[in-house]
DNA sequence: ACCCCGATCGTA
DNA sequence: ACGATCGGGGTT
C-alpha cells in the first residue's frame, strides 16, 4: 500500500482535511483509520494557533506541507494535526478520531485519545511524514459522505463549518 | 517574571 | 457542569 506523498498535502487544507477522512494514519506499530478532522488556517481564522504569526511553535505550520505539528495541551493531552499547502502559509488539519482495526472495542474518538493511545508525542512534532520510516498515512480509499459541523472545543471562529465527521 | 487560558477528557 | 494540570505566548 502506497503513502500519501508531498501532493497531496499540497493543497488548500479544507480539501485534505475532507479526503483525509478514510486514509490510514500509521504511527509505529498502531494503524487508524481517519474518521474525523478538522482544518485550520492561519489567514482570517483567529482558532488558529498560527493566527498571529509566527511563534517558535507554530512555524512548523509555515514550513513544507506533509509534516507533522504535534502539540501539548491542557497539562495533559497531546494533539496530532498534518501540515498542509505550500511553504510560507500557515494551514494545518487536526486528527480528531480514528478507527482501530487492530483491536476494533478501543474508541479513539478525541484528538488527545488517540495520541495517548499511540502514544504520539511533542518528540513527534515536526516529523516529516512523506519519509519518516514508522509515521506516515497510507492511501486507502476516502469516505464519500460525511458530516460539516463547527469545529469543537473552540471559542473564536465558531463560524467556520470547517470540521468533517465520518458517518458509521 | 508573571499570569491567563487553552484545537481535552473523564467524572458528576 | 467542572476540575485536573502545565506550557505557550502576550503583557509588565
Not at 29 to 49: F, K, M, N, R, V
Not at 144 to 163: A, E, F, M, V
Given at each position: 500500500m502506497k503513502r500519501l506523498q508531498r501532493d497531496f498535502f499540497n493543497r488548500p487544507v479544507l480539501t485534505v482535511a475532507q479526503e483525509l477522512l478514510g486514509k490510514t494514519l500509521a504511527y509505529k506499530e498502531h494503524q487508524g483509520i481517519i474518521t474525523e478532522t478538522e482544518a485550520y488556517h492561519g489567514?482570517?481564522?483567529?482558532?488558529?494557533?498560527?493566527s498571529r504569526g509566527h511563534t517558535p511553535r507554530t512555524d512548523v505550520m509555515f514550513g513544507p506541507p506533509g509534516f507533522s505539528y504535534v502539540y501539548f495541551i491542557y497539562g495533559m493531552y497531546h494533539c496530532l494535526n498534518i501540515v498542509t499547502e505550500a511553504e510560507g502559509t500557515a494551514a494545518a488539519v487536526l486528527i480528531r478520531g480514528v478507527q482501530y482495526p487492530q483491536d476494533p472495542?478501543?474508541?479513539?474518538?478525541?484528538p488527545g485519545k488517540l495520541c495517548r493511545y499511540f502514544g504520539?508525542?511533542?518528540?513527534?512534532?515536526?516529523?516529516d511524514l512523506v519519509v519518516s520510516k514508522n509515521f506516515y498515512v497510507l492511501d486507502t480509499p476516502s469516505y464519500p459522505s460525511y458530516d460539516i459541523t463547527p469545529r469543537i472545543?473552540?471559542?473564536?471562529?465558531?463560524?467556520?463549518?470547517?470540521r468533517f465527521v465520518v458517518r458509521l
Amino acid at each position: 500500500m502506497k503513502r500519501l506523498q508531498r501532493d497531496f498535502f499540497n493543497r488548500p487544507v479544507l480539501t485534505v482535511a475532507q479526503e483525509l477522512l478514510g486514509k490510514t494514519l500509521a504511527y509505529k506499530e498502531h494503524q487508524g483509520i481517519i474518521t474525523e478532522t478538522e482544518a485550520y488556517h492561519g489567514h482570517d481564522d483567529p482558532a488558529c494557533h498560527a493566527s498571529r504569526g509566527h511563534t517558535p511553535r507554530t512555524d512548523v505550520m509555515f514550513g513544507p506541507p506533509g509534516f507533522s505539528y504535534v502539540y501539548f495541551i491542557y497539562g495533559m493531552y497531546h494533539c496530532l494535526n498534518i501540515v498542509t499547502e505550500a511553504e510560507g502559509t500557515a494551514a494545518a488539519v487536526l486528527i480528531r478520531g480514528v478507527q482501530y482495526p487492530q483491536d476494533p472495542k478501543v474508541v479513539l474518538n478525541g484528538p488527545g485519545k488517540l495520541c495517548r493511545y499511540f502514544g504520539i508525542t511533542l518528540t513527534d512534532n515536526r516529523t516529516d511524514l512523506v519519509v519518516s520510516k514508522n509515521f506516515y498515512v497510507l492511501d486507502t480509499p476516502s469516505y464519500p459522505s460525511y458530516d460539516i459541523t463547527p469545529r469543537i472545543g473552540i471559542n473564536q471562529g465558531q463560524d467556520k463549518l470547517w470540521r468533517f465527521v465520518v458517518r458509521l
